[in-house]
């Protein structure tokens, strides 16, 4: 073992791990899948997470838009409660947790913290009363959209879609009203998915510093789910002249990670888009309904003939944000089990989480600054966002 592999070891292991997005809830409803069970095509369950010595997931309730039209609010009851159950499964391995001091209490006690963060506010179907039920159920952030425009902010998914209807200024006043609910609540106002101008807006809305939960830089690749330096920046100055500001965690989607792979997935998008329009069509004439994790299937089968992009290029990300916007302002967001093609090459799994630590020592990171970006940085923001919401 050399001396770099040791204090590697000693970093990983004395750090406190917090990854901010996992679609795995997906699973545990349409699959039955136990966070017990062996990987099985996944990226995330207990095994990996106790071998990559990951401390906290967000879990990440996510409606698929489409398919629940009519039925968000049920859809994401049904996903919160998945994860609940599998906390009740395993009270020895995992507890639900819903504060950054019950992150830190469930690592001290050798427990997997799981938390919830909703994605898209079309979850909350225009109603403030839900989206403080789902705070009192123990959601603790909410992307303010998906891929999808909803009715008060906008979406990079779809902003140049003419059909799709836009607000004025990124927020309608109703938005505005969700973002100050939120940092009264305490629950983190988090922009990956929204467009520049909701971005913006939201930003100058919040009285309390924001996350991105799986956002990369469009520095390195340019998609417009990535963020560009201008809004990296503009994250870290988030909360306010006060605030010690807001956090990128970057997601390690290929896609997002690297251009010739977003490139070449692009290339094919067609393709992809064509194959699951038959699989869906054939699911229909069988009287039911495709399931995500169906529909990932196909996406993964075209995306595995894009060579994986090297872990060196995930590290780019991690690095570019620590120097544009700062080491305090980036942090690990993976999109585990969310991501319709693969991850950079020798990231299959959370078990694969102590390669990344490894790269940052390697580029001459402090172990301090390895701790912050494994988890101390979102730590630091949680924090505050309670404590604003102590204030309002
Ligand atoms: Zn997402």
Redesign the pocket.
Known sequence: MSPGTRLAAEVQNSALIVDT?A?TPQRFVDEQFDLADPLNGGQLNLDSIHLGNLGAEFF?I?VEPTRFKGQYARRTLELIDSVQRQVAKHPDQMVLVVTPEGIEGAHRAHRFAALMGI??GHSIENSLALLRQYFALGVRYM?LT??NSNDWADSSGDIDDTVVPHTQDGLTEFGKDVVHEMNRLGMMVDI??VSDRTFYRALAVSRAPVIA??SSARALCNHL?NMSDDMLCAVAKSGGPHSKGGVVQV?FFSGFVSQAYCDALEALKPKVDQAVAALEEKATAEGRELTYAEKQKVRRGYADTIPRPPLSLLIDHIDHIAKVAGVDHVGLGS?FD?VGGQLPEGIDSAADLPKITQALLDRAYSDEDCRKILGGNLLRVFYEVEAVSREL
């Open positions: 997005h679609d990440s996510w994605e898209g992307t998906w891929s990956s998915h939960s799986h789910r997601n999109d969310g």
